[in-house]
């Protein structure tokens, strides 16, 4: 991990706080519960003094939003309720925080809605959006924000899933269809233990108030989040891999390779395609992440993808 890049924003940020000079809302770029999350709830700490809610996210002064429906949109109705909150007297009062998580999320009119709190927020409001795809958001809504870039700090949220899935990638092409379900079933069971993993910490993250049914449907909520979330990750990497094999195929210099230690693996299957074949294996990754945007089954996308591989 990078960390200079997170220390070198953290001491910017204590020195504004120390001298006053906090701004009123900025804009993290990095993993929506990676580094740019620690970062924000590192900030939020600072100026709710540690207090032990900020990671449970019970803290009454700090409000989050982040997309809970099947649509993994922010609705202009979440964001309305955000800008009543944030109207209220602080209950410590103190200071108020607004926390947008995926804020790539944010619809037509929600973000039409959350721009008219950003350009006159109430005193003593802190703002804070958290996303890895800030030109999704409205260049109104960056301009008000001071963006800090944490994208380099996040290989801790790859450590479950990275090596299992290149070691899977260096083993393509499947040579038959029952060899690709094979590779199907792996990358699927990648994907069940991260869920594991994310329902169990997401579960030690939850209210104590909550009746067990919303307790369920906040922690489904927040654990499909963070496992749509990877699953995003894992099929970038893929795309890198595959636009890795097809400079390969052009001969291109090994210095422009995103995976520069797996060479013979690359070169062993550049040797199995011709360029044409190369491209549209990028493109098919590129489709598996539409068909996933649409909410087809995972399992019936990675499928047909190793499929077209044989």
């Known amino acids: 991990m990078n960390s200079n890049q997170f220390s070198e924003a953290w001491d910017g940020i204590e020195k504004s706080w120390q001298n006053g000079k906090l701004a009123h ?12 999350l620690r970062f924000a709830e590192n900030l939020l700490n600072l100026i709710f003094n540690s207090h032990p809610q900020v990671r449970k996210r019970t803290h009454p002064d700090i409000f989050w939003v982040e997309p809970q429906s099947k649509s993994r949109q922010i609705t202009i109705d979440e964001i309305r309720d955000l800008i009543r909150q944030l109207s209220q007297t602080s209950f410590a009062g103190g200071w108020k925080a607004g926390v ?7 619809g037509p009119d929600a973000s039409n809605a959350f721009l008219k709190t950003l350009e006159e927020p109430p005193d003593r409001t802190l703002l804070i959006l958290i996303t890895d795809e800030p030109q999704a958001l409205l260049p109104t809504i960056s301009s008000r924000c001071q963006r800090i870039s944490l994208a380099d700090e996040d290989d801790e949220i790859s450590r479950h899933w990275k090596d299992p899935l290149l070691d899977i990638l260096g ?12 590779f199907t079933g792996r990358i699927m069971g990648i994907l069940d233990e991260l869920k594991k993993e994310f329902e169990a910490e997401e579960t030690e993250r939850l209210p104590e108030d909550l009746s067990a049914k919303e307790s369920k449907t906040l922690l489904d909520a927040r654990s499909t989040a963070r496992l749509i979330e990877s699953r995003t990750e894992m099929l970038r990497t893929m795309l890198r891999w595959q636009r890795d094999v097809l400079m390969t195929v052009l001969e291109q210099d090994e210095c422009a390779l995103h995976f520069q230690d797996d060479t013979e693996q690359l ?8 360029r044409a074949e190369a491209l549209r294996r990028v493109a098919a990754v590129e489709e598996m992440g539409r068909q996933l945007e649409r909410n087809l089954p995972a399992e019936l996308v990675f499928n047909s993808f190793f499929a077209q591989l044989v």
């Open 267 to 274: 070169a062993r299957q550049a040797m199995l395609c011709t």
């Open 100 to 106: 947008i998580l995926c804020a790539d999320r944010l």
């Open 171 to 182: 083993e393509l092409p499947p040579a038959t269809i029952p060899e690709a379900g094979l």
């Open 25 to 36: 809302a900025y804009l993290l770029q990095g993993a929506p519960h990676g580094a740019a």
